[in-house]
């Protein structure tokens, strides 16, 4: 009884045995090199990606840029994985290929506006004309930068208005950045009377420049007559600050100079028009004649 067991045990391990043996030497060996591929295909990939990461923090990499390298290094990595995985299992890589190029090209008309704010968004985080906090004029509008995406670049105007604009617009447009360097040149205009003293003049205004503790002493400022209008002199005004200070040095002096030039008895001319009367107007009689 025990042996007639022992037979029959004997022979479902035999066939198992030779079932696995069929599947290891037909198809189901190429599956199972498949899978070893693709565990360590994903091991390969993570460390890659983790040492990629180091490295652009390391050098300083901008947040954005940075998470862009990563996203299309994982994309193409994978790429690759799967078409290694394909060349085991022996699947023909020429249909795959044609099928992935015809989703890439309906794609890119899908989004052909996305990948040009795409691409133009790599040329501004690649360029830096600007970075997040910067104050830019872009286009006629102005405000800080608060992000810079890959499609879209955020402002907020100074009456906290946020304001999206595209890359691709950007790219074409002007771009005045206000905070690239670390000064900054303060321009002003006052005009005064034609019979104000014009070294006088010159002393109050330099006067009050030299006593306005946010004026950097170099590079010299500037105070000179600078054009003759139809009723005043026009004198032009210049001195350099740290940038931070540019809106609060302006408006100082604005004021101190408005107080200065009154104080010091200079006629701040306005606007206005001299009539004068040739001959009298008699009453509309006129002479009878008799």
């Known amino acids: 009884m025990l042996s007639i067991m022992f037979s029959s045990f004997s022979d479902e391990l035999y066939a198992v045995w030779e079932s696995i043996k069929r599947f290891l030497t037909g198809a189901g060996w190429k599956i199972v090199t498949a899978l070893a591929s693709l565990v ?15 490295i652009l923090l390391k050098r300083g990499a901008d947040n954005t840029l940075a998470n862009f390298i990563l996203t299309v290094t994982r994309f193409l ?3 690759v ?3 290694i995985l394909a060349g085991i299992l022996e699947i023909p890589l020429s249909p795959l290929v044609t099928a992935l190029g015809a989703v890439a090209l309906a794609v890119g008309l899908a989004l052909k506006d996305s990948l040009s704010n795409l691409a133009n968004g790599v040329m501004l985080i690649g360029m830096k004309p600007f970075k997040e906090g910067d104050f830019v004029e872009i286009d006629g509008m102005s405000g800080n930068v608060q992000s810079v995406g890959l499609l879209t670049t955020q402002l907020l105007t100074p009456d906290n208005k946020k304001v999206i604009l595209p890359n ?3 790219t074409s447009a002007s771009i005045v950045n206000y905070n690239v360097r670390p000064t ?3 321009d002003w205009e006052f005009t005064v009377s034609y019979d104000s003293d014009v070294d006088e003049v010159k002393r109050v205004l330099q006067s009050v420049l030299n006593e306005h503790p946010k004026i950097l002493s170099e ?7 600078h054009r003759h209008d139809e009723s005043a002199l026009a004198f032009v005004v210049r001195a350099w600050v740290n940038t931070p200070d540019y809106w609060d040095v302006f408006w100082d002096v604005n004021e101190n100079a408005l107080k200065a030039l009154k104080d010091a008895g200079i006629e701040i001319p306005y ?3 001299d009539v004068h009367i040739d001959g009298a107007c008699n009453n509309g009689k006129e002479d009878k004649q008799s």
Not at 41 to 50: D, E, L, P, S
Not at 219 to 224: A, E, Q, Y
């Open 271 to 273: 606007p206005q028009m």
């Open 77 to 79: 990595l994978w790429l």
């Open 81 to 83: 994985l799967l078409f």
């Open 168 to 170: 691709s617009k950007i």
């Open 184 to 186: 900054r040149r303060v």
């Open 40 to 54: 360590i295909g994903i091991i390969v990939v993570r460390i890659v990606m983790g040492i990629l990461r180091k």
């Open 219 to 225: 590079p010299d400022t500037t105070v000179r007559l």
